[in-house]
């Protein structure tokens, strides 16, 4: 029996399944903290498989070569420094009232009738830089005050913000998501803003502009009295609003810079000084600091704010990452695991056998994760650590290995329900019953994914 689980394809598909049953039902049942929950999981699935305890955790004298060390290093060292310098960015955004100041440029521009639209693009912009939930609670007051504005359900002014938010979340670095995929498939940056581009921008406007006007004019939500005394508040920003020149600049030089890195390489001369530079500006955790710099000093420093101010806003601002980077640094440990003992390559050669494509099946994979646990970004971690062995055998290009990673951040936010933190926030954010959130903003999440996937697969067949 155990030869047999160890060696043969099924005994390592048999694996597979139990040590991913066993994940879920730590993580929900038991409710462990995913990363505690991963650890154990790879742990126990290596041993399982045969691999040998010094291999695993190392000796007493040297554990910098185990599979455990290993695991984690591999993937911190790449993605660390980004997500936490992007936090940082998107904090001071927030806190110098630059989501407010780009919000209602959109809505002068677009006016009263078009302020769904303007809601989205806000969502789809603001929501580079900062996370998920920030968005909302930054951003809700204005929400209210276009509803309370236009008369009309707060849902059509709701759901168009939302489904920004949740599109650039998923898809766009340098949130933890995208972020932590793009290590673990060694797919650069620049490809990856791009094809996330590309394919949730569609999306966004099927779902947050088509479905979100559909559903809004049949679900009737007045904005709550409570609400309505929120809209318009300045929430914590003081002194005069900055520029919305400076705010969308600072918003784009990352994302800028990593393009120019990722393409100069590709048109620029090699060797050449050029390309140097290119590369140089576009690395990341470079363009990030860049970024964050000219925040510090044009949104804080010359604003008013001191040194020990912009201090503990860093503190307040990294205290989530922790854990985020815990997670992904556990994920990463068990896709080592699932490559080290084969397992991999067994679901690559069953996948191959069956003639499912890769690319769905990472997106059912990652909508499997999603539903049962929840959280996107533990959907997008667990799932790109099971792929990753497989994709390995693949020889994909980079075009193709950002598609293959939008497509597992497609498969996370699907079908967003009662396990997952987001619905509640939703809920609560805008007024709705439980029935409400399921009739929009669970429909409007599965709407985002299926449309996401769909123009990767599309993409997908032409690169």
């Not at 947050?208 to 809004?216: F, K, Q, V």
């Not at 009737?220 to 900055?242: M, R």
Request: with cysteine.
């Amino acid at each position: 029996m155990i030869h047999w689980l160890q060696t043969s394809t099924a005994g390592l598909l048999t694996l597979a399944a139990v040590s991913i049953a066993v994940l879920l039902f730590l993580i929900i049942k038991v409710k462990v903290e995913p990363f505690i929950a991963l650890i154990v999981v790879g742990l126990l699935t290596a041993l399982a498989a045969g691999v040998p305890v010094g291999t695993l955790v190392g000796t007493a004298q040297k554990t910098s070569d185990s599979l455990l060390e290993k695991g984690f290093g591999s993937i911190l060292g790449h993605i660390a420094a980004i997500i936490g310098l992007g936090t940082l960015l998107g904090s001071i955004l927030e806190k110098s009232g630059g989501a407010r100041v780009l919000t209602a440029a959109l809505l002068r521009t677009f006016g009263e009738k078009r302020a769904p639209l303007a809601m989205g693009l806000s969502g789809l912009i603001f929501g580079i830089p900062v996370f998920f939930d920030i968005g909302i609670f930054v951003l809700a007051p204005l929400v209210y005050a276009a509803a309370k504005q236009g008369g009309r359900s707060i849902v059509l002014y709701a759901m168009p913000l939302l489904a920004g938010l949740s599109i650039t979340h998923a898809f766009i670095p340098p949130h933890p998501g995208p972020v932590a995929a793009a290590g673990l498939l060694h797919v650069d940056l620049g490809w990856l803003i791009l094809m996330g581009a590309v394919c949730g921008i569609p999306a966004w406007f099927i779902g947050g502009i088509l479905y979100s006007t559909w559903i809004g004019k049949r679900v009737d939500v007045p904005l709550a009295e409570d609400f309505a005394k929120l809209a318009g508040e300045d929430g914590e920003q003081e002194g005069p609003a900055p520029s919305l020149k400076l705010v969308g600049g600072i918003i784009a030089v990352p994302l800028v810079l990593i393009l120019v890195g990722t393409f100069g390489s590709i048109l620029l001369p090699k060797g050449s000084a050029g390309a140097g530079v290119a590369a140089f500006l576009g690395t990341p955790a470079i363009a990030l600091t860049i970024a964050t710099l000219l925040a510090s000093w044009l949104l804080g420093r010359r604003r008013g704010m001191s040194g020990a101010d912009l201090a503990q806003l860093s503190a307040n601002a990294l205290r989530p990452v922790a854990m985020i980077l815990l997670v992904v640094g556990a994920g990463s440990f068990f896709g080592a695991v699932l490559s080290a003992t084969g397992i991999g390559k067994a679901v690559a050669g069953s996948l191959g056998d069956a003639g499912l494509p890769v690319l769905l099946a990472a997106y059912i994979i990652s909508c499997g994760m999603r539903i049962a646990q929840g959280s996107a970004t533990v959907a997008i971690v667990t799932t790109s650590g099971i792929v990753a062995p497989t994709v390995m055998e693949l020889h994909y290009s980079q075009a193709q290995l950002a598609l293959l990673v939008v497509a597992i951040s497609a498969g996370s936010i699907i079908a967003s329900h009662v396990n997952d933190g987001g619905f509640w926030i939703v809920s609560r954010y805008f007024g709705l019953t439980v029935t409400q959130t399921l009739k929009t903003w669970t429909a409007l999440e599965t709407v985002l994914s299926l449309s996401g996937f769909g123009v990767a697969a599309l993409v997908m067949a032409l690169v």
